[in-house]
């Protein structure tokens, strides 16, 4: 159990972000959010076979998933806080190209600069909530 404030407040946020990312990780396999998901990684990043858009989009499902479930089990949650930092980098860009792209992706498209300071803020309480 937890000893000290800080202690609780980590245990929070590992909790609150254990179920976002499940949250997130679950939409990659629902149809309309999946499409959605695979149209905005950007051309550059658009490959054929194994690591074509959709296989992506599974891929980080899976990840945000797994790391969700990894912020809540004691032996994993160091690895976990710093697996979903790194994550959260790895996936901007796609977030950065809908942003440049709102006319097509709508609602997705959260502006640029918000997008950015939500990013920080999210891998520095991945951070936080394990160090």
Not at 78 to 104: K, Q, T
């Amino acid at each position: 159990m937890p000893n000290s404030p800080f202690e609780i407040l980590q245990l929070v946020l590992r909790i609150a972000l254990a179920v976002a990312f499940i949250g997130m990780g679950v939409m990659h396999f629902r149809p309309g959010p999946k499409r959605v998901m695979a149209k905005i990684i950007p051309p550059a990043l658009r490959f054929e076979g194994v690591a074509r858009p959709a296989n992506l989009v599974t891929f980080t499902g899976i990840c945000e998933i797994a790391g969700g479930i990894g912020l809540l089990i004691p032996a994993t949650q160091l690895a976990a806080g710093i697996c979903l930092a790194v994550f959260l980098m790895v996936v901007f860009p796609a977030n950065a190209y809908a942003a440049r792209h709102r006319d097509r992706f709508g609602k997705v498209a959260v502006p640029l600069v918000p997008r950015l300071i939500g990013q920080v803020i999210l891998v520095a309480l991945c951070l936080i909530a394990v160090i």
